[in-house]
């Protein structure tokens, strides 16, 4: 079983690094992010041994990359017939869904892990809450792991990349922003308490103000599990058609 | 071996396989032959478990394909059509991809890959990526794909489309000598292929079978009489067709030619019992007729084919 998604993570990720698209996504992301701190928002200037205007834009940033990762992850497979290939290989349909998901979650480990050059070389000037920093990276990690599952989702929908693109962002862009709704106008406060609780944002703000709460936790591991086993059922379902 | 029963698929609103039933015994290769859109794609996908039949049943080593998917898959070597490959890997790449998924180990892997590579003739580009392959190559590394974990059968959807003569023949002497050893079954539009390598022929036309046997056994069925082509050496010409009508081996005259005073061209229909041919034979020989030629006309694939698939075609419209 867990040899069966390897194979699948293997596979996904060669292709990612045989292309040029894990390099770009990486190193656009990585600039531009810099950029943001250190240019748009002033982060020497200020003097303020801080993270949290970094961590802070990470959702929009999401809103595009994760979909750059995903995108071509099913449509393309579909497009090229290789889904064909792939579903008659003695895989089973989460098998392959946690597969394309482990490779996607990996590269943006990496990401991540590339971005940290920053706090550690920024460390010398300042003094930074590491546990804060430590809360921040566990909940985009966390963030992201639901983005992409969302990404692979939608991407399972079409045979277009460029389609399965834009309507993950789209998607993304909803459940991420819908908590904001409660900040334009007042709305009753079951309806503001619901739509808080539906919206990636919401539960993104403690990890980003340096807190762990499990029930944010919780959140974004359910709602990964969630479109992962829509992603699944997807693929089942198409066999009847 | 594999026991289809019945099977449907309905794409939506189209039918496009509408109640198939066949059999498929161990060490057969079989053909499904028909034009394009007649089902045989389709077909190929429900016994491979990547579709679900929308009604019957399809039964491999008794188990139901849909109820079994996993154990089945391992059991089948799969070639779809067009050879769908993950271009951004390279070929080595792509056959340790299916080794793995394969659960292919140890020394095991190791062979098997090497036998394909030998066998599809894929040692000069197993480190190019797989974009930049010949359509030749691409179909090989797809079948290399079907062969690597050796299974008992072997799925094939056209399996020789886009290759050139040579490359044509390379795949066929490798699936016919697979073949021996595995059920196989591969479609085809090319009447050839079916000849050269099925043992029995599947003709499908607007997802009904509409013929099944050897090419032998379809044709008579369809032409239903025999036909013969005879050429005598006669003394006189003029009391032979009387003795024509008398002999009891020959349905009717097709066609009469006196070439020169003693020399006769026929087309005759024979009865159908399986000693007529025989019968004319002595028949000649007791009238002190000689032949100069004796031909029985062999009815071709091509034909049971543009026969079967046009007939259905004028009835659809």
Same mark, same amino acid.
């Given at each position: 079983m867990l040899a069966n998604i390897l194979t699948i993570t293997k596979k996904e990720l060669k292709s990612y690094y045989n292309s040029p698209i894990a390099y770009i996504v990486k190193a656009v992301f990585l600039v531009f992010m810099s950029l943001w701190l250190f240019?748009?928002?002033?982060f020497i200037p200020r003097?303020?041994?801080?993270?949290r205007i970094y961590f802070m834009m990470i959702p929009y940033v999401f809103i595009f990359f994760i979909p750059a990762i995903t995108?071509? $992850?099913?449509a393309e497979e579909r497009k090229m017939g290789t889904e064909e290939l792939l579903l008659t290989l003695p895989f089973k349909e989460y098998e392959l869904v946690l597969g394309k998901f482990m490779a996607a979650f990996f590269l943006l480990v990496i990401m991540f892990c590339a971005s940290l050059v920053l706090p550690v070389s920024l460390s010398a000037l300042g003094d930074f809450e590491w546990g804060q920093i430590i809360a921040q990276y566990i909940g985009v990690i966390l963030f992201g792991g639901a983005c992409i599952s969302v990404g692979l989702f939608v991407s399972s929908l079409s045979r277009n990349q460029i389609i399965s693109f834009i309507f993950s962002a789209l998607t993304l862009f909803l459940i991420i922003i819908i908590s904001e709704v409660n900040r334009m106008i007042e709305l009753p406060l079951v309806i503001g308490n619901f739509l808080n609780a539906l919206s990636f944002n919401y539960h993104f703000e403690a990890f980003s103000r340096g807190l762990i709460d499990t029930r944010d936790i919780m959140y974004f591991v359910l709602v990964s599990g969630f479109f992962l086993y829509l992603n699944g059922k997807v693929l089942v379902f198409r066999k009847w058609l | 071996m594999i026991e289809v029963k019945n099977l449907g698929k309905n794409y939506g609103s189209c039918k496009a396989v509408k109640g198939v039933g066949f059999n498929v015994h161990n060490g057969e290769i079989v053909g499904l032959l028909g /034009?394009?859109?007649?089902g045989k794609t389709t077909i190929m996908k429900i016994l491979t478990g990547y579709l679900y039949p929308t009604f019957g049943t399809v039964m491999i080593d008794s188990k139901d394909v849909v109820d079994h998917a996993n154990t089945i898959k391992a059991m089948i070597g799969y070639l779809p059509e067009n050879s769908p %490959?993950?271009?951004? %890997?390279?070929v080595y790449e792509y056959l340790n991809f299916v080794a793995d998924a394969r659960h292919l180990v140890n020394e095991q892997r190791k062979e098997r890959i090497q036998w394909v590579i030998d066998e599809c003739g894929l040692k000069s580009v %197993?480190?190019?990526?797989? $974009?930049?392959?010949s359509k030749g190559f691409k179909q090989r590394a797809g079948l290399a794909q079907a062969m690597i974990h050796d299974p008992k059968i072997l799925i094939l959807d056209? /399996?020789?489309?886009?290759?050139d003569p040579n490359q044509i023949l390379d795949i066929r002497d490798l699936i016919k000598r697979m073949g021996k050893e595995k059920t196989t079954i591969i479609s085809t539009h090319i009447l050839q292929e079916v000849e050269a390598i099925c043992n029995r022929v599947l003709i499908l036309n607007e997802g009904e079978i509409v013929a099944q046997g050897t090419t032998e056994e379809i044709g008579k069925e369809l032409k239903g009489e025999e036909l013969l082509h005879l050429t005598l050496k006669v003394e &006189?010409?003029? $009391?032979?067709k009387q003795e024509l009508v008398n002999c009891?081996?020959?349905?009717?005259?097709l066609v009469y030619e006196?070439? &020169?005073?003693h020399r006769l061209k026929l087309k005759l229909s024979l009865k159908s019992h399986k000693d007529a041919l025989e019968g004319i034979f002595d028949w000649t020989v007791s009238k002190g007729y000689k032949i100069l030629a004796m031909v029985p006309e062999k009815i071709s694939l091509e034909d049971i084919f543009i026969k079967l698939t046009r007939e259905g075609g004028d009835n659809a419209r």
């Open positions: 240019t748009v928002n002033q003097g303020i041994a801080d993270l995108m071509r $992850s099913w | /034009p394009n859109g007649a %490959l993950y271009t951004d %890997l390279n %197993l480190y190019k990526n797989i $974009s930049e392959l056209e /399996p020789t489309t886009g290759l &006189d010409t003029g $009391s032979v009891n081996n020959i349905e009717k005259v006196e070439q &020169d005073k």
